[in-house]
Structures are given as C-alpha cells and as structure tokens.
T-cell receptor, first 113, second 113 residues
Framework: AQSVTQLGSHVSVSEGALVLLRCNYS??????LFWYVQYPNQGLQLLLK??????LVKGINGFEAEFKKSETSFHLTKPSAHMSDAAEYFC???????????FGSGTKLNVKP | DAGVIQSPRHEVTEMGQEVTLRCKPI?????LFWYRQTMMRGLELLIY????????DSGMPEDRFSAKMPNASFSTLKIQPSEPRDSAVYFC???????????FGPGTRLTVT
C-alpha cells in the first residue's frame, strides 16, 4: 500500500530563511514522488517529481527535494524563502499504478516579513 | 496549451438540486481524475478514467455521485440530489501515461445551501 505523511500542517519562516517541508512515504514498490503547490483559490501546480533517476531533484521557483530511500523521505527545501512562497504544499506518491497518486494532508507555509 | 478547463468556477445551489460539473482535459492526455478538497478531509480522489473508461470509483462517496467521460475531451461529475455536506472544491486533473504528471484545473467551488 502507498501513503504519505507530511509532518507539520503549518510551517512559518522568515523571509530569507531556509524552507524545509517534510514528507515521508510508504510504498510497497519503488515509488514515484511529487511535490505540488497550491496558491489560494487555485488548483495544484507541479513543483517537482522524482522518477528513479537522480535522487536530488530540482524544481521550479528554486525548490528542490532529495529522495532518501533509507529514510523513506522526500523533503522539500528552498535556501531562501520569499513572500511569494506562501502557499500550501502537497507531497504525493504513486505506486503500482503510476498514474494514481496518494496525496499527503498538506503543509501551509507562512512567510513572515 | 490552455491547460485543464473546468466549469463553472463557482456554483451555489439549494439542497436537493442536481449539480453538474464539467472538465476538459489537456489534449493528448489519456487519464482523467476527479478530486474533492475540503478543510476536514483534505484532497480526496473520487474517480479516475483511462481512455474514457472508469478504472477506479472507490472514492465516490455514495450513489448520489456519478461521473462520465463520453469522449477524450470531456468529462462530467454529477451530484443528484445535492446536500450541504457536498460543499467543497472539486478539481479535475489529467495526465499522460508517458510522464505520469497530473495537471490540475482551477477547480469548481460548490456551495450547497
């Protein structure tokens, strides 16, 4: 079975500080992993994906994530937060059926000036 | 490409009325997904189609919900009769089996009074 756990429903950082959003997954097969961002009143937008190539994945808007099999983690990071990064972030995993995603409960990122 | 298109963007209806939500996937995509997002339950997969055929409808909450995909460029999600607890944002997403990335539409915000 596949599942995703996002630790921390709310994360608050200061502008310019490191952003770290945590995602742990459970999968009975080698997973594909994704991070999406949702701005208020909008749909989800793909930030980045891991599909068994390089373990460090770079995405849009300066975000990156590292796949760590030993820790079953796929944490999202950005070296320096910007006010425009304030949004909700979702981690997702796919399993046997690569087209069906299992989403985490989301983490709302607040960026303080 | 115009992306995934959903209509209407907002729908307000009275309890007991029929509601039909519409989705046009990205051209060339062979998977289509319907999700529901609420504060309490987060993002839930309702049903998904592959090549216009429903594959997994285990997330459809009850018989009041039905979904169709008559052709590759159109899908509907119908609720009949609607109830206040159906109030949510409904998202449509599409993907290609070549890349697995799901692209989301802007959503339909449904309010049932």
């Amino acid at each position: 079975a596949q599942s995703v756990t996002q630790l921390g429903s709310h994360v608050s950082v200061s502008e310019g500080a490191l952003v770290l959003l945590r995602c742990n997954y459970s999968s009975s097969v080698p997973p594909y992993l994704f991070w999406y961002v949702q701005y208020p009143n909008q749909g989800l937008q793909l930030l980045l994906k891991y599909t068994s190539a390089a373990t460090l994945v770079k995405g849009i808007n300066g975000f990156e994530a590292e796949f760590k099999k030993s820790e079953t983690s796929f944490h999202l990071t950005k070296p320096s937060a910007h006010m425009s990064d304030a949004a909700e972030y979702f981690c997702a995993v796919s399993g046997y059926n690569f087209n069906k995603f299992y989403f985490g409960s989301g983490t709302k990122l607040n960026v303080k000036p | 490409d115009a992306g995934v298109i959903q209509s209407p963007r907002h729908e307000v209806t009275e309890m007991g009325q029929e509601v039909t939500l519409r989705c046009k996937p990205i051209s060339g995509h062979d998977y289509l997904f319907w999700y529901r997002q609420t504060m309490m339950r987060g993002l839930e997969l309702l049903i998904y189609f592959n090549n216009n055929v429903p594959i997994d409808d285990s997330g459809m909450p009850e018989d009041r919900f039905s979904a169709k995909m008559p052709n590759a460029s159109f899908s509907t999600l119908k609720i009949q009769p609607s109830e206040p607890r159906d109030s949510a944002v409904y998202f449509c997403a599409s993907s290609s089996q070549l890349t697995y990335e799901q692209y989301f539409g802007p959503g339909t915000r449904l309010t049932v009074t």
